[in-house]
């Protein structure tokens, strides 16, 4: 099969596309998509329990703990240890953190009205119900591997 008639190739070739123009985006302001996405995930009243954001973007805990240092370094975030368990930490953001947040929140509602603007309603509909199918599948089979079973060869 060639690549371009691949599902995966149009998927991680759309999304190099979108991450370039992020980047080019977020760099304007000293930021990066990735360090856009996590400030997006911190709930900028409440704080959010270190645990829940990397499943939310899907980052690993060891690449979302790098992260967390740097941005604690740069005094866009800090974290509170609950008294009580110490265990369990919460991100808050700083005044700073969440200037920074509202600038990727911008870049993401522009892009997406632009994409509003140019493709219709119905076609965005169904875009939405295949990826999301596609999700399901792929979490169907990541569930697999995770139970030591191989692909199974589709007919």
């Known amino acids: 099969m060639r690549k371009e008639k691949t599902i995966d190739f149009h998927l991680k070739w759309a999304w190099h596309a979108i ?6 985006y977020a760099s304007q302001y000293d930021i990066t998509m990735a360090i856009g996405y996590v400030l997006l995930n911190i709930d900028s009243e ?3 329990p270190a645990t829940k954001i990397g499943p939310s973007i899907g980052m690993e ?16 975030i800090y974290r509170e240890t609950d008294a009580d368990d110490k265990r369990f930490v919460k991100v808050y ?6 200037r920074k947040r509202n600038f990727a929140r911008e870049g993401v509602i522009i892009f997406n009205k632009k994409i509003q ?5 119905d076609k965005l509909a169904v875009f939405f119900e295949v990826i999301k ?5 792929v979490d169907e089979e990541n569930s697999k591997v995770k139970d030591n079973i191989i ?3 589709m007919d």
């Open 133 to 137: 199918e596609i999700n399901s599948l």
């Open 151 to 153: 692909f199974e060869i």
């Open 46 to 48: 409440k704080g959010t």
């Open 19 to 24: 991450s370039r123009m992020y980047n080019a």
């Open 93 to 98: 953001l700083t005044e700073e953190g969440k």
């Open 61 to 76: 805990p060891r690449s979302l703990t790098r992260m967390l240092k740097t941005l604690e370094e740069k005094g866009w």
């Open 117 to 121: 603007e140019v493709i219709p309603a």
